[in-house]
């Protein structure tokens, strides 16, 4: 293993981590807002959220998290199907993020014909949109690096070891001939009755 793949295994996990994070917390945020006026009613600030107009991109963030948590516990062979599914889902919720403008306005428009302030016609002409999408689309392009990072290098990177495998997928190993062998078999975690 290069010096190299070796620097990468902590901080790639640790960014995938950050990253899908930020991008959980940027869909949460404002995305769009708007104004309702009407005369001889208050005011009402309508607000959409990036899961409320893009449900989808939250899930998608969750997705990087469960991803970086991955490559800790998989094996090499699965690192880079890990790495494949990291880099797809980056580029569907940087897609998505960066084509934020339509879903906002119509869920912007569903939420103004919710507004207690909403008569029928008095939709508002300006709508505001945030730099939320655009923060929430960085950090899926960051996650879709990442996830190139675990498939070049993620079969390089150090696994956990066998006593973490599921008991079937140990290998055989020779019947205890004495005592000292059944306490040795005990010691392992192994049922020397067996």
């Given at each position: 293993m290069s010096i190299t793949a070796r620097r990468l295994?902590?901080?790639?996990?640790?960014?995938?981590?950050?990253?899908?994070?930020f991008a959980f917390f940027a869909a949460g945020r404002v995305?769009?807002?708007?104004q309702v006026l009407a005369s001889g009613l208050p005011s009402d600030t309508v607000?959409?959220?990036?899961?409320?107009?893009?449900?989808?991109?939250?899930?998608?963030?969750?997705?990087?998290?469960?991803?970086?948590?991955?490559?800790?516990a998989a094996s090499a062979r699965f690192r880079r199907i890990v790495g494949?599914?990291?880099?797809?889902?980056?580029l569907v919720g940087a897609v998505l993020a960066f084509r934020y403008g339509d879903p906002v306005l119509d869920a912007l428009d569903t939420a103004v014909k919710e507004s207690p302030a909403f008569t029928g016609n008095n939709s508002p002409d300006v709508f505001g949109m945030t730099g939320w999408p655009i923060a929430a689309a960085s950090a899926f392009i960051l996650a879709t690096i990442l996830?190139?990072?675990?498939?070049?290098?993620?079969?390089?990177?150090?696994?956990?070891?066998?006593k973490y495998?599921?008991?079937?997928?140990?290998?055989?190993?020779?019947?205890?001939?004495?005592?000292?062998?059944?306490?040795?078999?005990?010691?392992?975690?192994?049922?020397?009755?067996?």
């Open positions: 295994y902590g901080p790639s996990v640790l960014a995938g981590l950050a990253v899908g994070g995305w769009g807002t708007t607000t959409v959220t990036g899961t409320e107009a893009l449900p989808v991109v939250g899930a998608l963030a969750l997705v990087i998290v469960a991803g970086s948590i991955a490559v800790l494949v599914v990291l880099t797809i889902t980056g996830g190139i990072v675990v498939m070049k290098y993620g079969r390089q990177w150090p696994t956990m070891g066998r495998d599921a008991p079937a997928a140990r290998t055989p190993v020779e019947e205890p001939k004495s005592e000292a062998d059944l306490w040795k078999a005990l010691d392992e975690g192994r049922d020397p009755t067996k």
